[in-house]
């Protein structure tokens, strides 16, 4: 892991990426006390988990509207078929 060293003027004129696949560790230098903080910046690792659980539940929703709809015309379907024959 690289440590690089920016002022607060450079760190806010940075463009944030949230298409990065590990955090960036930042060694921010404050003018008035001198000292150092490190700052973590988290991408894409932080939101995964819950994009994938409200994929999951998206996709739990629409299951549970289009199957029963799928079903009923599935059905009617089979039905005009069998009386036509």
């Known amino acids: 892991m690289q440590l690089m060293s ?7 004129m940075m463009p944030y990426s949230r298409q990065s696949d590990s955090p960036i560790i930042l060694n ?9 903080t490190r ?4 991408g894409f ?3 995964l988990l819950s994009t994938l659980l409200f994929g ?3 996709a739990l929703v629409a299951a549970a509207i289009i199957l029963p709809v799928l079903s009923v015309v599935l059905t009617s ?3 005009k078929l ?4």
């Open 6 to 12: 920016y002022s607060p003027q450079q760190v806010e």
């Open 28 to 36: 921010i230098e404050d003018k008035r006390t001198g000292q150092y």
């Open 39 to 42: 700052s973590s910046i988290c």
């Open 45 to 47: 690792r932080c939101c």
């Open 56 to 58: 999951f539940l998206g």
């Open 77 to 79: 379907l089979l039905n």
């Open 82 to 85: 069998k009386i036509n024959k």
